[in-house]
């Protein structure tokens, strides 16, 4: 059974930049969630997609955004890139958005220079 | 929004003593509590979850107990391994909604 997973692993952008990360749900689910984990602090919720909609946002700027695919996965997508921007982002998927379990992948770990 | 806090920020144990740690939320709505460990470069695995009809959840060395009246709720980890060491995040949402809230991590060390 697949797991989620995450591409890619690790990438390094400079300000101003945009960046595209993906993300394919574990086998059988249906939403994907996308998460922002600054170093040494808990995720906080940017998005979730759901019948390629986006569903629920979180208090991130317009420079996040994000699509869903028919095969359910996702891609994150920040433009204008800032300092700030530098943390580990997490995908999680879920079965509908009615179950609350949800199962986190690797992670795609963004360094902004 | 949902707000959720962590206590202690660090706790060490001694191998085989018993860890405890809590987390307060703030939305009264809130009725889904789950609780995810993360090592040290992984991703967040889920460990254990409960939902607001429940007091209490065991699942062999690992238990979580609600207290719904006081909004907080509590990770119980027994029989603490070396492996046991990690960061544990608590996180709130509404059943059904699939927005967590986290807390901002415990890190547990367990000292052989």
């Known amino acids: 059974d697949a797991g989620v997973t995450q591409s890619p692993t690790h990438l390094i952008k400079t300000r101003g930049q945009q960046v595209t990360l993906r993300c394919s749900p574990k086998s059988g689910h249906d939403t994907v969630s996308w998460y922002q984990q600054a170093l040494g602090q808990g995720p906080q919720f940017i998005f979730q997609?759901?019948?390629?909609?986006?569903?629920q946002r979180g208090n991130f700027p317009d420079r996040f955004s994000g699509h869903q695919f028919p095969n359910y996965s996702s891609e994150l997508n920040v433009n204008a890139l800032l300092l700030g921007d530098s943390a580990l982002y997490l995908c999680?998927?879920?079965?509908?958005?009615?179950?609350?379990?949800?199962?986190f992948g690797p992670g795609t770990r963004l360094t902004v220079l | 929004g949902e707000n959720v806090e962590q206590h202690p920020s660090t706790l060490s144990v001694q191998e085989g003593d018993s860890a405890v740690i809590k987390c307060t939320y703030s939305?009264?709505?809130?009725?889904?509590f789950p609780w995810y460990k993360q090592e040290l470069g992984k991703r967040p695995q889920l460990i254990i979850d409960i939902r607001s009809n429940v007091g209490e959840k065991k699942d062999q060395r690992i238990a979580v107990t609600l207290n719904k009246t006081a909004k907080h709720f509590s990770l119980h980890i027994t029989e603490t391994q070396p492996e046991d060491s990690a960061v544990y995040f608590c996180a709130a949402s509404l059943y059904g909604n699939n927005r967590l809230a986290f807390g901002k991590g415990n890190q547990v060390v367990v000292i052989p």
């Open positions: 999680a998927s879920s079965y509908g958005t009615f179950y609350n379990e949800q199962f």
């Open positions: 997609y759901y019948e390629e909609e986006e569903r």
């Open positions: 939305d009264s709505a809130s009725n889904y």
